[in-house]
């Protein structure tokens, strides 16, 4: 169970409301994409669900376990785990490293245990390693196992902040632009990942700019602009909103 | 209550050289986003410069502090493009060891040219002090902080009304944005590291008469420069100068009246007390963007 | 070829004593000894967790005075002593690590900084605890029944034992999940948030492991000269473990350790050849120049020569 509820949420920056009381729910088990203009405070809401922002009110829980203002790390150890719009892996460090910090959540060996050099920390080590093994499979970047992920090319960059996300094993996967920078190919494996993730009983919420990718995936669409929602709904009927098509298009078009 | 204004008038003194110290930093510091360890090492300089033209040059006092000052932005101006130019988008790690590589360097090599001894600075002003009401100030002490509290006016003129000035204030509000409006970034940094470098020369020209020069004054320096631009808030000439006045102040209260082998500590006590209650005062929590 | 040279390499360090008389090369390697369990201490911070902290003499010297001061006063036989230097030492890091956590970059390098000036200024003017600036004189030599360490020989014996359990204390803690974690937090900590990494818990960690292994660096210290003053706090202490770490290599585990052994060894050799002036001037010029040309350190630099 993965049921993600977002209420009156509202971010501001130096008193600009960025978000100005967003109400949302995401389903357990299924795919949910946020969309809109730039500057519509997708990013503002993935930041204030996760804990890198402070919101001014409102409440996000997961299961109905109350989430607000909690530490992102702490966020992540209740099972919300997030991607960055910019490409962020951990750089000097090999693709396999990179898993194995994403895997910090599955291990338990504390400081003392580690100090005294127990068999069981050693096991944990190899139980790690195999786990890391599989989530690089899975992404498909088993071949590139021992290579810097700063040398890798972007898509594959992607794919690595895909797999360390993954590692963490998260019930509620938030993904910010996945699909940026992509070419064609990579978005189809992508959306190929995403569906998999789905039927293993992944909750995904993402953000996109490709419409395309979003209503041929999604099981919901929210909309956002100027930090609120002005829709949700199925993508077919997103499509035909007027109001969404107004935000995107502008109150120009009135075609 | 007369030792109470005379630790304050002490205070005075010292705080407007401090002040000097920290609008330097501040402006190094905020501007370029460089930890200047080694804004105490051109103190040094300043004081050994103005030494040097006395004793080697035979100028007169007044000659010899300004020649300070110029040495002492000559110096920033050639520091800068060798060194830091250089390593301009490298980690801020690497520029701090650097930086420290530099101190441990030139704090060497004056010890080195001048020896370990302290070197009285002489100065042509009476040592009798000029007693106004219930205070008495040495003329020497007075000319400091007249001179320093000129300087600091004219560091607020040149800030505040001349285009250089006005090129540094939007460099260091915008970067990129100035640099689209023509601003040569590369000329102010220059500028503003040798702007900085100057008034640390001028404190240390000030000073030295008063304290001694030796090679290792530039240290405590330092991190008083750091402890100011930290209570006055990066960048900020205003809060610079009063901050300068306020470390003044605290030092001569607390050697005054709690130990004076204490004094150095109101300086490190400030930098954790501030730091610690108002955390780096940059990003609070509720604006970190992930 | 490998496994030879170790072998031969650990030989010659069991045996050291047999073959190095001099009293005076002994102490060259005994101080080479502290120093690298203080550049491995230093490294933990500085190179695996990426804190430039630039008051690690602080720790040293708590280390020094508390465990001099309880052999003194209260007369504790050495081996309780190290472990209450390490302890003392490791509370010091705890408030550092804290620290660390509200106060960043060159921020942090400033409050280091302060707490080890804040802490000399305190060694010096607490005449009734630390002597002041005359120090502590007389402080014993460790001693086990029927054994004394009072000769440089068996104070080696001791070191190496000493340095040899820093080493294995560092290579665990790197290779485990704690180690990812401090080398997760300095390449992008946003990141490692994200898949639970706690950065307090993480960095307080690293900052006690340090703290408390400068400390055993200062107990040893202590017991050695057997004479303990302000002057453990000096900046130069800080600065040369600084250099050790970042010219023998940042990051990695060899690093430390080769530049504690070259910047012990190279002032002794040069000890003849200039006067302490000129050296300190070198060693400027020298961190300046290993920025620039050699900026990973020897350890990287020479391990991708051999790929």
């Excluded at chain 2, 110290?21 to 402006?27: A, Q, S």
């Excluded at chain 2, 100035?178 to 240390?204: C, E, W």
């Amino acid at each position: 169970m993965a049921t993600l509820s977002v209420e009156d949420l509202a971010v501001e920056f130096g008193g600009v409301a960025a978000l100005a009381g967003v109400s949302f729910g995401v389903r357990t088990g299924t795919i949910t994409s946020l969309i809109g203009p730039n500057g519509a405070g997708k990013t503002t809401a993935f930041n204030a669900i996760t804990g890198y922002l402070r919101p001014r009110r409102g409440r996000v829980a997961l299961d109905d376990v109350p989430l607000t203002g909690h530490r992102p790390c702490d966020i992540a150890r209740r099972g919300i785990v997030r991607t960055f719009q910019k490409t962020s892996v951990f750089p000097a460090l090999s693709v396999h490293d990179n898993v194995m910090v994403g895997l910090h959540l599955r291990g338990r060996a504390g400081v003392l245990a580690i100090l005294g050099g127990r068999r069981a920390v050693r096991d944990e080590e190899a139980r790690l390693i195999t786990e890391a093994e599989s989530v690089m499979t899975f992404v498909g970047l088993g071949h590139r196992r021992d290579e810097a992920a700063s040398a890798l090319p972007y898509g594959e960059q992607r794919l690595v902040e895909l797999a360390v996300a993954l590692a963490a094993r998260p019930r509620l996967l938030l993904l910010d632009e996945p699909g940026a920078g992509m070419t064609g190919g990579e978005k189809e494996r992508l959306i190929e990942l995403i569906r998999r993730l789905r039927d293993d009983g992944l909750t995904v919420l993402l953000v996109e700019h490709d419409m395309r990718l979003v209503m041929g995936i999604s099981d919901t669409v929210i909309v956002l602009n100027h930090g609120r929602v002005i829709a949700e709904g199925p993508p077919a009927a997103i499509q035909a909103h007027p109001d969404v098509i107004r935000a995107y298009l502008g109150a120009s078009a009135r075609a | 209550m007369d030792a109470f204004l005379q630790h304050l008038v002490n205070g005075l003194v010292l705080g407007g050289t401090y002040a000097l110290l920290g609008i330097g930093l501040t402006l190094i510091f905020g501007l370029m986003n460089l930890v200047n360890f080694a804004h105490g090492e051109f103190y040094t300089l300043g004081a050994y410069a103005t030494f040097a033209a006395l004793a080697l040059g035979g100028t007169n006092f007044f000659l010899a502090v300004a020649a300070a000052i110029v040495v002492g932005a000559a110096a920033g101006a050639l520091c800068e493009r060798v060194l830091l130019r250089p390593l301009r988008d490298e980690s801020i790690d690497t520029t701090m060891l650097v930086m420290i590589g530099r101190w441990i360097a030139l704090q060497n090599g004056e010890l080195l040219v001048w020896g370990g001894v302290a070197k009285s600075i002489p100065h042509p002003f009476p040592t009798a002090p000029l007693v106004l009401g219930p205070v008495g100030i040495a003329p020497l002490r007075l000319f400091v902080v007249l001179t320093a509290l000129g300087l600091i006016g004219l560091s607020w003129l040149l800030i505040q009304k001349t285009r250089l000035g006005t090129a540094m204030r939007a460099t260091f509000q915008d970067r990129e944005t100035a640099a689209l409006m023509g601003v040569r970034i590369g000329r102010i940094h220059t500028a503003t590291f040798a702007f900085g470098s100057a008034l640390a020369a001028a404190a240390g020209a000030l000073l030295g008469p008063i304290f001694l020069a030796y090679p290792s004054m530039g240290d405590l320096a330092s991190l008083k420069a750091f402890s100011v631009v930290i209570l006055g808030g990066l960048g900020n000439l205003a809060g610079a100068t009063l901050g300068g006045v306020i470390l003044g102040i605290a030092e001569e209260l607390g050697a005054g009246y709690v130990s004076s082998g204490y004094r150095d500590a109101v300086g490190f006590v400030i930098i954790i007390l501030v730091l610690l209650l108002r955390p780096s005062g940059l990003f609070a929590r509720s604006e970190r963007i992930g | 070829m490998r496994r030879l040279a170790a072998a031969l390499g650990a030989a010659a360090m069991l045996t050291l004593p047999l073959w190095l008389a001099s009293p005076y090369h002994l102490h060259v390697v005994i101080m080479a000894g502290i120093f690298t369990i203080l550049a491995l201490s230093l490294n933990l911070l500085l190179g695996y967790t990426g804190q430039l902290s630039l008051g690690h003499a602080g720790f040293f010297g708590i280390g020094a005075y508390t465990s001099a001061l309880l052999a003194l006063h209260w007369e504790w036989p050495f081996w309780l002593a190290l472990p209450s230097a390490a302890l003392t030492a490791g509370l010091a890091g705890y408030g550092i690590g804290r620290l660390a956590l509200k106060v960043r970059g060159a921020y942090f390098v400033l409050v280091t900084i302060s707490f080890a000036g804040v802490i000399s200024l305190i060694s010096i003017n607490w005449m009734e605890l630390t002597n002041g600036p005359l120090g502590l004189p007389g402080v014993p030599a460790p001693e086990l029944p029927g054994l004394s360490f009072r000769t440089k020989g068996a104070y080696y014996y001791l070191v190496l034992a000493a340095a040899g359990l820093s080493y294995l204390v560092c290579h665990r803690v790197v290779r485990s999940r704690l180690g990812r974690a401090f080398v997760a937090l300095r390449e992008n900590e946003p990141l490692a948030e994200s898949v639970g990494v706690d950065p307090t818990r993480t960095l307080v960690a690293a900052a006690v492991l340090s703290a408390a292994m400068a400390g055993v660096a200062g107990s040893l210290y202590a017991h050695y000269t057997r004479f303990v003053s302000p002057e453990v706090f000096l900046f130069s202490y800080t600065v040369t473990m600084v250099i050790m770490v970042v010219a023998g290599g940042k990051g990695t585990l060899l690093g430390p350790v080769v530049g504690a052994i070259l910047f012990t060894a190279l002032p002794e050799a040069l000890r003849e050849a200039m006067a302490w002036q000129w050296q300190m001037v070198a060693y400027g010029l020298l961190l300046v120049a290993l920025v620039f040309f050699l900026p990973r350190g020897i350890v990287p630099t020479v391990a991708s020569w051999r790929r």
